[in-house]
């Protein structure tokens, strides 16, 4: 096989890997700003998500700092790479069912390129943070309880919305409810729905 062909085969075989290759890092930055509402780039400085610092050859929900990961992530035996993290920022939910996490996906293969550029310069070993969540961000806190949407009914709530026990350990709130589910929460993002109006209960 010639030298082309090879070359092309490679290509054609990586796809994913040589895109992200050509990322722009500064772009990257700005697409990073959602990211930032929920993950760290400091080491072990868990949020919302864990941090992301040292991410590349990381088994998926292997940060043993953080403890809030869903049990399809920590069984998924994902290593997390170019072409997983592509594959995860794409679409969270089709590459793991049931994970825990709140983001619907990156759509745009530039903007997914330009992030993991920016995510493997600011995530290596010894990488200074580069950008922090900041104070007051609003993202997608206790899976969109914070105000908009339609006024839940709480006379007659959904199984998933009534609480049946709360458990708290460390910085970390375990909410199960009627459909017997356990969902971890971070303890700053904790809601309650309560409603004093004529509807409630």
């Not at 995530?123 to 839940?152: D, H, I, L």
Request: charged share 25%; glycine share 10%; with cysteine.
């Amino acid at each position: 096989m010639s030298r082309l062909a090879l070359l092309a085969v490679v290509l054609v075989a990586s796809p994913t890997v040589a895109f992200a290759q050509q990322g722009d890092v500064a772009r990257g930055r700005q697409v990073f700003r959602v990211c930032a509402a929920c993950h760290s780039l400091e080491p072990d400085r868990n949020m919302t998500g864990p941090s992301l610092a040292a991410l590349w050859g990381r088994k998926a929900g292997g940060l043993a700092s953080f403890e809030r990961y869903s049990d399809a992530l920590k069984s998924s035996g994902i290593i997390w790479d170019d072409r997983s993290l592509d594959a995860w920022l794409t679409d969270p939910d089709r590459m793991v069912p049931d994970n825990a996490m709140p983001f619907d996906g990156i759509k745009e293969q530039r903007d997914r390129a330009d992030l993991l550029a920016f995510l493997k310069d600011a995530t290596k070993p010894g990488a200074a943070p580069a950008v922090t969540a900041q104070s007051g961000t609003g993202g997608m806190m206790g899976g969109g309880m914070m105000g908009g949407g339609r006024v839940p009914n709480l006379r007659e709530p959904q199984t998933s919305e009534r609480v049946t026990a709360i458990t708290h350990c460390r910085d970390t709130y375990r909410v199960t409810t009627a459909d017997g589910k356990t969902r971890a929460f971070w303890e700053r993002n904790l809601r309650l729905k309560t409603d004093s109006s004529k509807d409630g209960p």
